[in-house]
């Protein structure tokens, strides 16, 4: 795979967020809803679509459950189902939502406090210090911060090798000062115009404009996308779809929520170009 630029996704693929993203999905929607889902469906919210905002994500599972205590009968697999085929994201979710009759639809509205949980999931993810700092105001809880339980996927000879031969980017659903921190302790130094975040763009995955932009930025030609969701390979396509005048490539990496043989298929059928077991294996790959 020929390429002068790689644009990389963080979570699943520089760091590990099993345990600090999506401990804090299950916790916050558990705290505030009394009841979560089971850490399995935070991946088939995330194969939906529409969902690479963690915060969007939680207020999702969130509605689900709050849904189903209003009698929603339906299982995870269905509704996310649903949100996939209303072309994914949190407003196919509310979409699935009005299965309910309209007083229950009221009953959920009334309970559904997406302000609480967002503030819930910020105190749990960033801990007391850092929602102080980037937040703002104390918060609502006191935890240590699953932010420091995020090990780190690429090795440093990946780091060296990868900024040496190619220019490199970010591309990720964070919030610009949690990606900066991801950054700096997988040690990858990639100057603010070559990243996007959360703050930097309103459309998210899979619409192509970032990865677009950061490919004129760099004045390449042929761009590899790396990411760990569907999502991140549906932005390669779209971003190839676009614009003619450069190949896209979307690699999906093996370290996030889709793994194995069953990753595989999920890739292989949104048109991935080529799957690794992590980010490390793009040395070889590409060239």
């Not at 998210?204 to 990411?227: C, Y």
């Not at 569907?230 to 971003?239: E, G, M, P, Q, S």
Request: charged share 30%.
């Amino acid at each position: 795979m020929q390429v002068d630029a790689v644009v990389l996704d963080i979570d699943g693929v520089l760091v590990d967020v099993a345990d600090s993203y999506r401990r804090a999905i299950l916790e916050s929607v558990e705290r505030v809803c009394g009841k979560t889902i089971d850490r399995s469906a935070i991946q088939l919210f995330k194969n939906a679509g529409g969902f690479n905002n963690d915060w969007e994500l939680t207020n999702a599972a969130a509605l689900y459950v709050l849904a189903r205590r209003e009698g929603l009968d339906m299982d995870v697999e269905t509704f996310t189902d649903r949100i996939a085929a209303g072309g994914g994201g949190i407003d196919a979710a509310k979409a699935v939502a009005r299965d309910l009759p309209s007083v229950a639809q009221a009953r959920v509205r009334d309970q559904w406090d997406t302000d609480r949980l967002r503030e819930t999931f910020q105190a749990l993810y960033l801990g007391e210090e850092l929602y102080r700092e980037l937040e703002g105001g104390a918060p609502p809880l006191s935890a240590p911060g699953y932010i420091h339980d995020e090990p780190t996927l690429i090795e440093p000879a990946t780091v060296a090798d990868l900024t040496d031969r190619f220019d490199v980017g970010v591309l990720t659903g964070r919030p610009a000062a949690e990606a900066e921190i991801a950054l700096e302790r997988v040690g990858l130094d990639v100057p603010e115009d070559r990243r996007f975040t959360m703050d930097d763009w309103e459309e998210g995955k899979p619409h192509p404009r970032a990865l677009v932009t950061l490919a004129e930025r760099f004045d390449a030609d042929r761009v590899a996308f790396a990411g760990d969701t569907l999502d991140d390979v549906r932005t390669a396509r779209n971003a190839d779809d676009e614009d003619d005048s450069r190949v896209y490539y979307g690699v999906g990496v093996l370290t996030g929520g889709l793994t194995g043989d069953d990753g595989r298929r999920a890739y292989t059928e949104v048109g991935v170009d080529a799957v690794v077991e992590d980010v490390n294996e793009l040395v070889e790959l590409l060239s």
